[in-house]
């Protein structure tokens, strides 16, 4: 590293702990979702292969949840594959999956968080449907910040499992469909999410300058505030961070008024 990288790391440090010195904590969100996007770009600005992106992009996320933690954030939902991510040519999804099973192992040992997974289970290859679960049962009792894996994940394909959950619910209950006609709202289809009983997210970070959800919690999100970086997700930075926190704090939250 010469002279100049140092300084000009040694500016962002600075500037980083002035921006966190004048966070109000009593405005952080509660809840997080992040759309980790660039993996691929960034590994081809840097003249390396996708595969080594996709490390890179998930040795950021214990550090991003470090930060996480100095905060009063509570619940973050980490977007790692998406239901559309199938359709990549096998040579890059074979290796994509094994580093992410890789992350949900690492997050487990932490002891640190709260895995739990959202997303379709029956698309996930055996190995990785045993890692989920052991995860979420190793860190049932964890009393830290909760971790959604968001893995096989899709915001339509969840809205109609959480349909067919609450159709199934009631046929076991015995309630008729008219019944359950009458019955349903908001709340209730809700409550068959993936995130269930979770607080919605407060604030959706997407990074690499894309400026879409694609599909991003589609339900949970209609009253979320949203934040573009145009970093890519394994240059994002501790700056970068707090820099979205600010932006949030500063915003007057409508909840769609």
Avoid at 10 to 27: I, K, M, N, S
Avoid at 38 to 50: C, E, P, V
Avoid at 129 to 138: D, G, I, N, P, Y
Avoid at 199 to 222: C, H, K, N, Y
Wanted: glycine share 10%; charged share 30%.
């Amino acid at each position: 590293m010469n002279l100049r990288d140092k300084l000009r790391g040694l500016l962002v440090r600075l500037y980083a702990r002035r921006v966190e010195g004048h966070l109000d904590h009593a405005q952080v969100p509660k809840h997080i979702g992040v759309i980790m996007d660039g993996n691929r770009r960034w590994a081809k600005a840097a003249g390396s292969s996708t595969v080594h992106g996709h490390r890179a992009g998930a040795e950021k996320i214990e550090e991003f949840l470090g930060w996480c933690s100095e905060t009063d954030v509570g619940v973050v939902t980490l977007w790692l594959l998406s239901t559309d991510n199938f359709d990549r040519p096998q040579d890059e999804l074979g290796p994509l999956l094994g580093i992410i099973e890789d992350v949900v192992r690492t997050l487990a040992s932490d002891g640190r968080w709260r895995v739990h997974h959202v997303g379709t289970r029956d698309l996930l290859p055996a190995g990785m449907q045993r890692t989920l679960k052991e995860a979420e049962e190793a860190t049932r009792e964890v009393d830290g910040i909760v971790v959604n894996v968001a893995i096989g994940y899709g915001g339509r394909q969840e809205i109609a499992d959480a349909v067919r959950s609450m159709l199934l619910d009631a046929q076991d209950k015995g309630v008729s469909m008219e019944e359950l006609a009458e019955s349903v709202d908001i709340d209730m289809i809700g409550r068959h999410l993936y995130t269930g009983a979770q607080p919605d997210p407060d604030l959706v970070i997407r990074t690499s300058g894309e400026q879409r959800l694609s599909g991003f919690m589609l339900w949970q999100t209609a009253h979320s505030e949203y934040y573009f970086c145009d970093v890519f997700w394994p240059a994002f930075r501790k700056v970068d961070f707090l820099r979205a926190l600010r932006d949030y704090a500063a915003r007057h939250r409508r909840f769609g008024g």
